[in-house]
């Protein structure tokens, strides 16, 4: 019997599926985020300068120099990531062919290039209004900015977002998920919190009212509880969206870099989805502060993935990665952080759910806590090593010899 064979048969002996457990892995796709490969730059403009409050730290060689370079570096990531995919893009990687077209009058047109390249591979898309690295946005303020002319700009970003989500969404088949986040607040102490949060809800609502099929396009909303240059105050915080999203029946997106380092993320699932219909998760790696780390097989990650499956809310959630990180080959970097990503999903699903569920339900918490330590030593790799057999991608660490050589043959000849 190969590997698998015996795992298989040590799964079944305490009530796991394997290959139940192997369909929900392939037909459950991540989002990967366009701005791992190129530091969170885009290409709208030849020197584009990063603010609100982001940081990409290091400067490993290879960087993503243009929209072609970029998606060259995503072919090969996806084909050293098993399971069919989606596509996370920024509204700053706009496709403008040498032309001018500012955010405000944003069309699909200048995202018909992604929305090709996507239906070529099979993938999906979801997309994301870019309300940072912009001169009007220099100061670090956008939906919330008191000059009501810089503000209507930000509101029609929003509102032209909504509409390429749904277009995006209907050409290619799949509803797209378009999150809304920004970075104003303040460094210091504010005196007046309530005005700002006026102006951001008054300029949220004139976004959301624009008429956009919601079965096509998904709206989203994530908070924030600091970043740099809005330490002291972030005028998006958990409480306001969440209260926003409820009220008005958004997704809300649960960031795993935006919240104190002592929470629990993965506590916080069950709680947002008795009140709004669906979950959109970033999941990143905060260390000490939002760094948005390589996302690893780690406790946080495995509990996020656990409650997921736990309270049968997969149907209900899409999971995007949101991380980036300069400092290693940024192709490594999203091949490790969706491989883990999905490791974390698998063990997950290879839990013996039912067992624990009539355990907990007969009050029986020794039984339920002594299957809860046995499951982690359960041959985990031999069922990841079967499903990356059969999506053609590599079990092991051999794809690191196949991202190494592209690095030698592509990545090294960028200046």
Known sequence: MNPYDIARDQYAAIGVDTEAALHTLATTPISLHCWQGDDVGGFETADSKLDGGIQATGNYPGKARSIEELRSDLDKALSLIPGKHRLNLHALYADLSGGKVDRDAYTIAQFQSWVD????????????????????????????????????FWINHGIACRKIGAEIAKQLGSPAVTNVWIPDGSKDMPYDRKTPRERLAASLDEIFAAPVDRALNLDAVESKLFGIGSESYVVGSHEFYLAYAVKNQLLYCLDAGHFHPTENLSDKISSVLQFVPRLLLHVSRGVRWDSDHVVLMDDPTRAIMEELVRGGFLSRTHIGLDFFDASINRIAAWVIGTRSTIKCLLAALLEPAARLREAEQNGDNTTRLALMEEAKTMPLGAVWQEYCRRQNTPGDASWITEVKTYESSVLSKRG
Do not use: E, V
């Not at 999906?124 to 940072?132: A, L, Q």
């Not at 670090?140 to 810089?150: A, F, R, S, V």
């Open 117 to 152: 390249w996507c239906k070529t591979k099979g993938l999906g898309m979801d997309f994301n209004p870019s309300y940072f690295s912009h001169p009007l946005a220099s100061d670090g303020l956008t939906l919330t900015h008191p000059d009501k002319t810089i503000r209507q």
